[in-house]
């Protein structure tokens, strides 16, 4: 395994540790809000405290980028972190949330470890070292488009004023899809696009640290990652489409009329 794959993979097992042990203390927890519909507990602050901790001791010259610590993108490599991917759910104690760490160098994604506490399942990926889940290499299996494909998704639930676009998006892949899942943890749905489970995923708004190492294991198990032009600025409008080459295609003709002014590509 890459040496930083594998400290990452220390790193998101020891936060996973952390979340599962507060998971039946949920009624004792301090939550916060940070905006609609978006919170934070104290358990994302200590579990990417742990993650921070361990990538910094072992890589003190890169930088960090955590979704709760924030951070600026100032080194050669570039950590970025979101502890707990679902903190609606997990507050919830609804099964579905994840730890993801992503690796930039020189602004193009080079690792990925996305890790389920509660399944105990682990993703890695490596640029140029191909996807493995749970020690298996993947490689995604082409679909000629999203007809009776099963499809994720994210609602855009704090951004209000993209509503009215999302749900023709959504209502024209309906019509054509075999059916849709919507989770409410994007870096599991695009590591379960990684490894088969689903056969595509869209969203509006996401974060860096939402996408990166799922984006890297879609890429490393010959899937096709980009934003809703079909180009590759994802990371930086937060819209994200994925899948094999012939479906992601087909989502981005199906989404592209829906775009309106304030959903960049």
Not at 23 to 43: I, P
Not at 49 to 55: D, G, P, S
Not at 234 to 261: C, M, Q, W
Request: hydrophobic share 45%; net charge negative.
């Amino acid at each position: 395994m890459h040496p930083m794959v594998n400290i990452a993979v220390r790193a998101a097992r020891s936060a996973g540790n952390v979340i599962v042990r507060h998971m039946d203390r949920l009624d004792r927890l301090t939550v916060e809000s940070k905006g609609e519909n978006d919170f934070v507990s104290e358990v994302d602050r200590m579990a990417e405290a742990e993650i921070r901790a361990i990538l910094l001791q072992a890589y003190p010259d890169h930088a960090f980028v955590g979704e709760e610590s924030g951070g600026t993108e100032d080194a050669e490599y570039v950590w970025l972190v979101d502890p707990l991917d679902g903190t609606t759910n997990f507050l919830r104690g609804f099964p579905q949330f994840a730890v993801s760490i992503a690796l930039k160098h020189r602004g193009a994604l080079e690792a990925g470890v996305i890790y389920d506490p509660v399944r105990q399942e682990l993703w890695t990926a490596n640029r140029g070292g191909g996807c493995i889940f749970e020690g298996r290499r993947m490689r995604m299996t082409p679909r000629p488009g999203i007809d009776n494909a099963l499809l994720g998704t994210g609602f855009p639930l704090r951004l209000r004023e993209y509503h009215t676009a999302y749900l023709g998006m959504f209502g024209d892949v309906f019509e054509r899809a075999g059916d849709l899942r919507r989770a409410g943890a994007a870096a599991l749905d695009l590591a379960y696009v990684a490894c088969g489970r689903l056969d595509g995923f869209w969203e509006i708004g996401l974060q860096p640290w939402d996408m990166g190492a799922g984006a890297l294991m879609i890429r490393e198990a010959g899937g096709i990652v980009g934003d809703f032009a079909g180009g590759d600025r994802y990371l930086e409008t937060g819209n994200i489409i994925a899948g094999s080459p012939k479906l992601f295609a087909d989502l981005v003709r199906t989404i592209g009329p829906h775009r309106v002014e304030g959903i960049r590509a």
